[in-house]
């Protein structure tokens, strides 16, 4: 599975969009990017995934660019309960290959 | 519906004991899988199963870890001669299937077992 790089951390204020990137320059062409968020002390949860194409489903949107080298996870209106670990994941296994994603701090 | 539950929540273990864990998946769905999680990290697999048998074990870290699924449900994760090393959060996750169908490939993740090796 490809190797996913995100930035450590970022914040965000209550209301507004949070847009967290991933890099994945060495995806191949049958692996999908796959977004999962863990709240504290809770499992992880799925929000999203794609191959090619954008999506948008009721959690979040997920922006690939054209070569398929990065990705955007975007959260339209965050709110405290959307602080958490986000993790951006390329596979075309079962097993999901966690790196050590991004804490997002959603503040008032 | 009910979600992936797991048993027990905390487990808080001698060093040298053996410990069970258990995991109770979603009704229906053929894939199970077990992670670890130690403390400020993302989590790392451990193994996979699709039904009852055992498709993957790459991620065991030593011969003291053992899964199994006897009959393709329920799963049970066993640590013998535990270690401090072995303390982490083991999480368990299913999903209906592994196939590149992308309706199916969803991982429902239980709460986790924190086990704690003294």
């Known amino acids: 599975d490809a190797k996913t790089t995100q930035p450590p951390s970022m914040d965000c204020a209550e209301g507004r969009a949070a847009n967290l990137p991933c890099n994945h320059s060495?995806?191949?062409?049958?692996?999908?990017v796959y977004w999962y968020r863990q709240i504290h002390s809770q499992g992880p949860q799925y929000i999203i995934h794609?191959?090619?194409n954008n999506e948008t489903n009721e959690m979040a949107s997920l922006i690939i660019t054209e070569d398929r080298k990065s990705s955007t996870l975007i959260l339209p209106h965050a709110t405290l309960r959307d602080t958490a670990v986000y993790y951006c994941?390329?596979?075309?296994?079962?097993?999901?290959?966690f790196g050590q994603g991004t804490t997002l701090q959603v503040k008032p | 519906g009910a979600g992936v539950s797991q048993s027990p929540r905390y487990k808080v273990a001698k060093r040298g004991q053996d410990v069970a864990l258990r995991c109770d998946p979603i009704?229906?769905?053929?894939?199970l899988f077990w992670y670890q999680q130690a403390l400020g990290q993302g989590p790392e697999f451990l193994t996979y199963?699709?039904?009852?048998?055992?498709?993957?074990k790459s991620g065991l870290p030593s011969d003291r870890f053992f899964a199994e699924r006897p009959e393709g449900s329920v799963s049970t994760l066993k640590i013998q001669r535990t270690q401090q090393e072995d303390s982490a959060v083991y999480l368990c996750?299913?999903?209906?299937?592994?196939?590149?169908?992308?309706?199916?490939?969803?991982?429902?993740f239980g709460p986790g077992t924190r086990l704690t090796v003294l």
């Open positions: 996750a299913s999903s209906l299937r592994t196939s590149g169908e992308r309706a199916y490939n969803e991982q429902f």
């Open positions: 060495t995806i191949s062409g049958n692996e999908y």
């Open positions: 794609g191959l090619k």
């Open positions: 994941i390329a596979r075309n296994t079962g097993k999901l290959i």
């Open positions: 009704s229906g769905h053929v894939s």
């Open positions: 199963f699709q039904n009852e048998a055992q498709l993957d």
